[in-house]
């Protein structure tokens, strides 16, 4: 059988009319002379917009090749031939999406749950600290906002909270830890900003029965802060986009900031992260002769609901019965002095009421 159809020979542009003699191949004729012949096992369906035409592609042949057959009968007879010409747009090409699409798709959850965390555990510790504070100080702004309070200043309270700090961050060894506030909130939460801010808010204060137990919270505080658990929190939270930030220099951006003061008050860190900051904890507590066992206390009289869309601290740090067990285990024998005397406690659980 003969058709007529256009050919593109693939090493030029132009356009030639050709016959098609189809036998036990595809003969592609000009003027009476055979210019090429295609397989019918090499023939495929080529890719191209939507169209009347049937456009064949030959994989034995040039790249760019083409054929283009408008006459029906012509394209009933090379479909009818061609046992494989469907692979070429229809099966095979739906397949190729279907598989690239899942390989991205792959690739993107494979990132974010191994690759962003790996990123994230080798890139803080060359994240330069002036960096970081820079980030601490525009997310204390975003956190001031959402609490929408000025930080707790009766002076009784103060002083004796600057006591009981200036104790843990000696026996810590820390000196880039800022001096912690109390934040006036009926929430019962603690945290530490990237940079070394922490922030103690006033429910959790009231919800203390001990120096203690606050002492217990504001030493694990420090142990995220001497790990740099915050900046790596936000680099594992913020995936690809906050690294970009960092690599470029962008990390105190409008849409930056409000996501890292959302993630600093809601999201928790890993499991890791709490069980290291609880042994930092246990061993501040007993350079000081006091046992960390009080901050589990106050952890297991805290409800894990939310309030105003900002976490309690049992949100924020879980407390698992792993956590539990290790704070019960590690305690020290009570050996120390009191870290605060019984008026001292008493002005600093008034902090927030001069």
């Not at 064949?56 to 083409?66: I, K, N, V």
């Not at 702004?141 to 959402?146: G, M, V």
């Not at 680099?235 to 996501?259: C, K, N, P, Q, Y």
């Amino acid at each position: 059988m003969d058709g007529q159809a256009v050919y593109f020979d693939g090493q030029t542009n132009r356009k030639r009319s050709v016959v098609l003699r189809i036998a036990d191949r595809i003969e592609i004729v000009e003027q009476d002379i055979v210019v090429a012949a295609w397989p019918f096992d090499d023939v495929r369906q080529a890719d191209g917009p939507p169209t009347a035409l049937l456009r064949l592609a030959c994989t034995s042949a040039l790249p760019l090749a083409r054929l283009e057959v408008a006459d029906e009968a012509t394209k009933q007879t090379i479909v009818s031939h061609c046992p494989l010409l469907a692979a070429g747009r229809g099966g095979s090409q739906l397949a190729r999406i279907v598989f690239w699409s899942l390989a991205a798709a792959c690739s993107i959850f494979g990132l974010a749950a191994y690759g962003v965390p790996a990123v994230a555990d080798r890139l803080v510790p060359f994240i330069p600290q002036a960096w970081e504070n820079r980030v601490g100080e525009m997310v204390d702004r975003q956190i001031r906002f959402l609490i929408r309070g000025n930080a707790c200043g009766a002076p009784d309270g103060q002083a004796a909270f600057a006591t009981l700090v200036g104790k843990l961050k000696s026996a810590a060894g820390i000196d880039n830890a800022h001096e912690p506030l109390v934040l006036p909130s009926k929430i019962a939460n603690a945290f530490a900003l990237p940079g070394g801010k922490i922030y103690v808010l006033d429910g959790l204060l009231e919800k203390a029965q001990s120096p203690d137990e606050l002492a217990g919270v504001l030493a694990h505080e420090l142990g995220h802060v001497k790990h740099r658990d915050g900046m790596r929190k936000l680099i594992h939270d913020g995936g690809t986009s906050f690294l970009i930030g960092l690599l470029f220099g962008d990390v105190t951006g409008a849409g930056a900031v409000l996501f890292a003061g959302r993630s600093v008050l809601d999201a928790s860190y890993s499991r890791d992260a709490e069980r290291d900051a609880d042994a930092f904890a246990s061993q501040t507590m007993g350079k000081l002769g006091r046992s960390a066992a009080p901050l589990g206390e106050l952890l297991l009289r805290i409800p894990g609901a939310q309030a105003k869309g900002i976490s309690t601290i049992l949100d924020s740090h879980p407390l698992t019965e792993e956590r539990l067990d290790a704070l019960k285990k590690g305690q020290s024998p009570v050996t120390g002095n009191a870290l605060l005397s019984d008026g001292e406690w008493r002005a600093l659980k008034r902090i927030c009421r001069p």
